[in-house]
């Protein structure tokens, strides 16, 4: 009677589990590189593809990695602007990333961008809605660990946009 009980609570509570729908992005500082690397369930990626194309994605051909990054490239955005700007006329412009590639890691699609920094960072504002319209729940965390700014933001269909402000001068 215990085992059946046991196996009964193990299949019940399998039945419910649930993998939430979570990226992250990495957005770290390389001498005057920003490398920013965007992370999604391999899951997740492909049923977006199957959206945008209207059919079965293969999450490993190159092709539909490609398509994806693309359509990261189209979902994130961050505008930069100097710390040497007067606070008060801060004027971020939006800054073109590159798009280097992508790639599948164990259960994950890893998406590369990098940008060419003219200047320190001073003030960043950040713009995602990755899955966003695939998944009413989906959660985005950027974490940023770049000189004077160290800070984890989470994004979600009502908070798409954040501002964050450089801690302290060069």
């Not at 990495?26 to 920013?36: F, R, S």
């Not at 369930?41 to 194309?53: F, G, K, S």
Request: negative net charge; proline residues 2%.
């Amino acid at each position: 009677m215990r085992l059946a009980l046991c196996l009964l609570f193990f299949v019940s509570a399998n039945c419910w589990a649930h993998r939430s729908h979570f990226g992250w992005t990495d957005i770290t500082q390389n001498g005057q590189l920003l490398e920013v690397v965007h992370r999604v369930h391999e899951h997740d990626a492909a049923l977006l593809v199957a959206q945008i194309t209207g059919a079965p994605a293969d999450i490993t051909s190159l092709e539909i990695q490609a398509r994806f990054a693309l359509y990261i490239a189209n979902h994130f955005s961050l505008r930069i602007s100097s710390p040497d700007i007067n606070s008060a006329d801060i004027s971020a412009k939006a800054t073109e990333l590159q798009l280097v590639g992508a790639e599948l890691k164990g259960k994950y699609v890893l998406v590369y961008q990098e940008l060419k920094l003219s200047h320190p960072a001073g003030q960043l504002e950040l713009d995602t809605d990755i899955l966003m319209e695939l998944y009413g729940d989906q959660i985005h965390l950027i974490n940023l660990d770049i000189p004077g700014i160290k800070q984890t933001l989470e994004f979600n269909q009502t908070t798409t946009t954040q501002t964050v402000t450089h801690a302290s001068s060069y």
